[in-house]
């Protein structure tokens, strides 16, 4: 039986586990994009977009080979359209929120990975990597299994909500930003530019007022 997505959400704690995260996002895949909007008012993905285009343009965007990490249902691509990147694939823990992006018609091609783990994509020479609305799930251990799917000078661009970088448990499990800070000593990437107080929810009722607003960083892999 499908739980409803308070109950499903209340599975999402800072122990979660990638078998919990992958449960919990497919049971919501078919309604996720109805409920991450009317419960939270999500718009993480269209504050990256715009980002994306001050930073960029247009016309770099439309050559570069992009992978969405954490993609989920799409939200991020659907938001781009077909012909704003010179493609567009998608990767994610749960097979059902891919289904919902596949459907859509924008990603080329869509892989299940777990991030906790090396993702090896048959490809490595992707320009442009997103991660929107990942990390807090998952910690920054995990971006060193992400940056190989980038070409080298490639550029990674994420989110972090402020209470993942405020509340002590939370910089305890995710490690941010400090562990960010530690790669870019090691010269595995570069932070380019870091946005504070970016839009991510519009409702604060479910999640707190401090995940309303998020870091965007810029990096770019060494």
Request: some cysteine; charged content about 25%.
């Amino acid at each position: 039986m499908a739980m409803d997505w308070k109950t499903s959400a209340k599975l999402l704690t800072v122990n979660a586990s990638d078998d919990e995260i992958r449960t919990v996002y497919d049971n919501w895949a078919k309604s996720y994009d109805q409920i991450i909007d009317s419960e939270v008012g999500y718009r993480a993905f269209k504050t990256v977009l715009h980002l994306l285009m001050e930073y960029f343009g247009a016309r770099q965007l439309a050559d570069m080979k992009t992978v969405d990490v954490g993609a989920g249902t799409g939200l991020f691509g659907k938001e781009a359209g077909p012909s704003m990147f010179k493609q567009i694939d998608a990767v994610d823990i749960s097979k059902e929120m891919l289904e919902q992006a596949a459907q859509l018609e924008i990603y080329g091609n869509i892989y299940q990975r777990n991030l906790s783990q090396h993702i090896n994509l048959p490809e490595s020479d992707y320009d442009l990597g997103v991660c929107i609305g990942v990390f807090g799930l998952i910690g920054a251990e995990c971006i060193p299994n992400i940056l190989p799917a980038l070409k080298k000078d490639g550029y990674f661009i994420f989110t972090v909500r402020n209470d993942i970088m405020k509340n002590e448990t939370y910089k305890q499990r995710f490690k941010f930003p400090e562990l960010l800070y530690e790669y870019e000593n090691k010269g595995l990437l570069k932070i380019l530019k870091e946005l504070k107080d970016q839009d991510y929810h519009t409702r604060s009722e479910h999640c707190g007022q401090d995940a309303t607003k998020s870091a965007i960083y810029i990096t770019q892999k060494l």
